[in-house]
T-cell receptor, first 109, second 112 residues
Framework: KNEVEQSPQNLTAQEGEFITINCSYSVGISALHWLQQHPGGGIVSLFMLSSGKKKHGRLIATINIQEKHSSLHITASHPRDSAVYICAVHGGSQGNLIFGKGTKLSVKP | NAGVTQTPKFQVLKTGQSMTLQCAQDMNHEYMSWYRQDPGMGLRLIHYSVGAGITDQGEVPNGYNVSRSTTEDFPLRLLSAAPSQTSVYFC???????????FGEGSWLTVV
């Protein structure tokens, strides 16, 4: 069983829709990262969470430590949001990031 | 501010050849790491470093060497390339894993 599970694996949405991507993990963590990987391959950090909620523009990330679950929300989705979204957890041991397999999002105009 | 610079971007190697993937950061970050990304799998940690002179193995270290002689540079060496090492490689840096992680643009490596 993977220690970090993301759902859904693939997601297609119409422009303007509200999107939710989920991440569940089975280990104790110090921090959780949400990353975005565009078709060209580059990876960009969106959020680092250790508790609660963070917001940046149309993106919102939440984490529930007790339930070992995090969500990434995109409001008013746009075709430029099309990318792979990756959840990664810092399990506490030095240098150890565990990655989910990613959620591929496609937003149609 | 260049961030994390990885070279080369594309490389084709023959089985048995050796090569070095270069990674440099100009943000004075202590933590640097190398990952490989394969289809259908998440990013996997190869090696990491928490400061100059300190390195450690990640999940998939076999066939790779690293060194960290300066804070800025963290090269990844393939000792004797194998087709199983065909992958996309990413270097990353951060002050520590409780802060934003910065990734290089990736290196596409094909071993034939």
């Amino acid at each position: 069983k993977n220690e970090v599970e993301q759902s859904p694996q693939n997601l297609t949405a119409q422009e303007g829709e509200f999107i939710t991507i989920n991440c569940s993990y089975s280990v104790g963590i110090s921090a959780l990262h949400w990353l975005q990987q565009h078709p060209g391959g580059g990876i960009v950090s969106l959020f680092m969470l250790s508790s609660g909620k963070k917001k940046h523009g149309r993106l919102i990330a939440t984490i529930n430590i007790q339930e070992k679950h995090s969500s990434l929300h995109i409001t008013a989705s746009h075709p430029r949001d099309s990318a792979v979204y990756i959840c990664a957890v810092h399990g506490g041991s030095q240098g150890n990031l565990i990655f989910g397999k990613g959620t591929k999002l496609s937003v149609k105009p | 501010n260049a961030g994390v610079t990885q070279t080369p971007k594309f490389q084709v190697l023959k089985t048995g050849q050796s090569m070095t993937l270069q990674c440099a950061q100009d943000m004075n970050h202590e933590y640097m790491s190398w990952y490989r990304q394969d289809p259908g799998m998440g990013l996997r940690l190869i090696h990491y470093s928490v400061g100059a002179g300190i390195t450690d193995q990640g999940e998939v270290p076999n066939g790779y060497n690293v060194s960290r002689s300066t804070t800025e540079d963290f090269p990844l060496r393939l000792l004797s390339a194998a087709p199983s090492q065909t992958s996309v490689y990413f270097c990353a840096s951060s002050p520590d894993l409780l802060n934003t992680i910065y990734f290089g643009e990736g290196s596409w490596l094909t071993v034939v």
